[in-house]
């Protein structure tokens, strides 16, 4: 059964400083995506991670893949009130999107 | 991008009573579409997964009975919460894959149900 993991669970951070969320999953997986989801929203699509050492980058997020260590992290650099959100990563395997535990972020003015 | 289209957004309905969510895909054919729950403060969790024309297939400990599906068309799926109760009450959340959509798949935007 492919587990996904997320650590933390929620972060809270000041803004301007830097941090790193964790992802972990049990099992090989075709593909692994980062979301963000905003309060009583869907999901907005983040980044597409398809192969070892991907690396991914828009703004002030910044994704990675290790498929040997099965574990993709998303970076956050001079972190923003704006990005304050829940971020999920979601591991593919035949087409089912297996979702991480998700990440609340609350960044301080 | 494609677009997914979930309908209500908000319902509210009383225990006991059924309540019908559709998901439409407004700019491709959905082959597959994926239904998912996810209480408040907590990840998605896949339901179902339904193939155009063919029954659904439905994840451990989930109710086929309740949480009844149908992909009768490639651009409409439903989900109708039968014998609705308050632990039902949860956001529901749709997304759907296509040829046209290559290996991406498209996210509705939700649908909240309440049941008082």
């Known amino acids: 059964e492919l587990k996904v993991e997320q650590n933390p669970l929620f972060l809270s951070m000041q803004e301007g400083k830097n941090y790193t969320i964790y992802c972990n999953y049990s099992?090989?997986?075709?593909?692994l995506y980062w979301y963000r989801q905003d309060p009583g929203k869907s999901l907005e699509s983040l980044f597409v991670l398809l192969s070892n050492g991907a690396v991914k980058q828009e703004g002030r997020l910044m994704a990675s893949l290790d498929t040997k260590a099965r574990l993709s992290t998303l970076h956050i650099t001079a972190a923003v009130h704006d990005l304050s959100a829940t971020y999920f990563c979601?591991?593919?395997?035949?087409?089912?999107?297996?979702f991480g535990t998700g990440t609340r972020l609350k960044v301080l003015a | 991008g494609a677009v997914v289209s979930q309908h209500p957004s908000w319902v509210i309905c009383k225990s006991g009573t059924s309540v019908k969510i559709e998901c439409r895909s407004l700019?491709?054919?959905?082959?597959?579409m994926f239904w998912y729950r996810q209480f408040p403060k907590q990840s998605l969790m896949l339901m179902a997964t339904?193939?155009?024309?063919?029954?659904?297939?439905?994840e451990q400990g989930v109710e086929k009975d309740k949480f009844l599906i149908n992909h009768a068309s490639l651009t409409l799926s439903t989900l109708t919460v039968t014998s609705a109760h308050p632990e039902d009450s949860s956001f529901y959340i749709c997304?759907?894959?296509?040829?046209?959509?290559?290996?991406?798949?498209?996210f509705g935007e939700g649908s909240w149900l309440t049941v008082v």
């Open positions: 700019d491709f054919q959905a082959t597959t």
């Open positions: 997304s759907a894959l296509g040829q046209l959509s290559g290996n991406t798949i498209y």
């Open positions: 339904s193939n155009e024309g063919s029954k659904a297939t439905y």
């Open positions: 979601a591991v593919v395997r035949y087409y089912k999107y297996i």
């Open positions: 099992t090989t997986s075709d593909r």
